[in-house]
């Protein structure tokens, strides 16, 4: 399933798919949600092992939190909330903070071109890596909760923030990427 997944079908896998294990149903969500939840880690600035440890926390944690019958109405929120916040304990206990690798965005496209095509496509991905960087802390978490699908109230709830400033935060980062992506 795509990180656009509908809330509905989450809502439905805690609340209306009773008939299948508990562990079952968070097993489903893990497959659904796991690469998400690691790409948002990765985004916090967790080390790759620290984000993949997390990111299996962060359903160890959900599925306590069903085992006690507590009901949880937006599953993806609440996984993308835990999240965020074991990411950043994680974070603060790093001892040292590596900026996103630019080259590490080639690595994972599979392109095949020329030489040329290939050169001129990671000065692009330079250049909009080094512009993401640019951006103030919130405007990136808000970015990256956006790009895996959250809805506005989501990331706000998220982040502690309203949803307009939520929609705030991503405005301003757009531009600063579209000039980026103009020049």
């Given at each position: 399933?795509?990180?656009?997944?509908?809330?509905?079908?989450?809502?439905?896998?805690?609340?209306?798919?009773?008939?299948?294990?508990?562990?079952?149903?968070?097993?489903?969500?893990?497959?659904?949600?796991?690469?998400?939840?690691?790409?948002?880690?990765?985004?916090?600035?967790?080390?790759?092992?620290?984000?993949?440890?997390?990111?299996?926390?962060?359903?160890?944690?959900?599925?306590?939190?069903?085992?006690?019958?507590?009901?949880?109405?937006?599953?993806?929120?609440?996984?993308?909330?835990?999240?965020?916040?074991?990411?950043?304990?994680?974070?603060?206990?790093?001892?040292?903070?590596?900026?996103?690798?630019?080259?590490?965005?080639?690595?994972?496209?599979?392109?095949?071109?020329?030489?040329?095509?290939?050169?001129?496509?990671?000065?692009?991905?330079?250049?909009?890596?080094?512009?993401?960087?640019?951006?103030s802390e919130q405007?990136?978490?808000?970015?990256?909760?956006r790009m895996e699908?959250?809805?506005?109230?989501?990331?706000?709830s998220t982040l502690?923030?309203?949803?307009?400033?939520?929609?705030?935060?991503?405005?301003?980062?757009?531009?600063?990427?579209?000039?980026?992506?103009?020049?």
């Amino acid at each position: 399933m795509s990180s656009f997944a509908s809330d509905e079908h989450f809502v439905d896998i805690t609340r209306q798919d009773r008939s299948a294990p508990l562990k079952d149903q968070v097993a489903r969500l893990f497959e659904e949600t796991r690469d998400d939840v690691y790409r948002y880690l990765l985004t916090l600035g967790l080390h790759p092992p620290q984000a993949q440890e997390a990111a299996q926390e962060v359903f160890l944690r959900l599925y306590t939190t069903l085992r006690k019958g507590e009901e949880i109405q937006n599953p993806r929120a609440w996984i993308f909330r835990v999240a965020h916040n074991l990411g950043l304990k994680i974070r603060a206990r790093q001892h040292s903070e590596e900026p996103f690798d630019a080259e590490l965005g080639a690595q994972y496209a599979s392109r095949s071109g020329t030489p040329e095509s290939e050169l001129i496509d990671r000065e692009r991905m330079a250049r909009f890596h080094t512009a993401v960087e640019g951006l103030s802390e919130q405007q990136r978490r808000c970015l990256f909760l956006r790009m895996e699908g959250l809805r506005y109230p989501e990331i706000g709830s998220t982040l502690g923030i309203s949803a307009s400033a939520v929609g705030e935060f991503l405005r301003r980062a757009m531009v600063r990427l579209k000039k980026v992506r103009d020049e």
